[in-house]
């Protein structure tokens, strides 16, 4: 018993196509591998439907690219911001100073509306002010932190209520958006903005981390 293939001829294939116009629309791409005569009538209309498909894919290939040209020039830059600022506190001859550049560095460089630290333990001749405070290890406060200080992964967006009261006080209201760096042998870094876009969920936290570091290493130089 043999087995017999049908065959379709260009004739049934014009005739199905005719029964069925909307066959592009469900396989686009089978339009950019058609040849078709440059004449008037209907093949016209079919060249510029492939001509108006190769634009459409151009014009996302270009916004593509210019999102990821966006994204390498932030990341260049958030790159060259991070070395300054590492270089700056190495450069500090106290820990008192060393913690002033990092918060000033937030401050001018970084976007930060309202940058606000909070230290395990004191530092000689850095008194608790506007953006400095000190809280113990174990205080109850410090509570709602205990797991992002246990892993130390930065988090970014809106902070709960507890959260914000202990960071900003008084000016919790004016922060929309925040960028957090718990510092597991240190404390606490926080970037807070009016921006409730500035900072959010999912952002990279790369950038974030380094900074952490350079300051932790900064300041082992003058451990006791």
Known sequence: MSETTETLGAHEVAAWLRRHPTFLQQFPDL?????????????????????????????????????????????????????????ALMRQDTAADTVRAMAATLAEDFNGDLVQMVLFEPIDGLDENEWLQVVKRDDARLQPFRDCLADGEPLCGRLQPEKHALLYGDNADQVQSTALLPLPALGLVAVGSRDPNRFFPGMGTLFLQM????LETALARYAR
């Open 31 to 87: 339009s950019l591998t058609l040849v078709v005569p440059r004449e008037e009538g209907s093949a016209a209309s079919l060249a510029s439907y492939q001509l108006e498909v190769l634009r459409d894919k151009n014009r996302e290939l270009s916004k593509r690219l210019r999102e990821l040209f966006a994204n390498a020039e932030e990341n260049e830059r958030l790159a060259v911001r991070t070395h300054q600022l590492a270089l």
């Open 211 to 214: 900074m952490g570091e350079a």
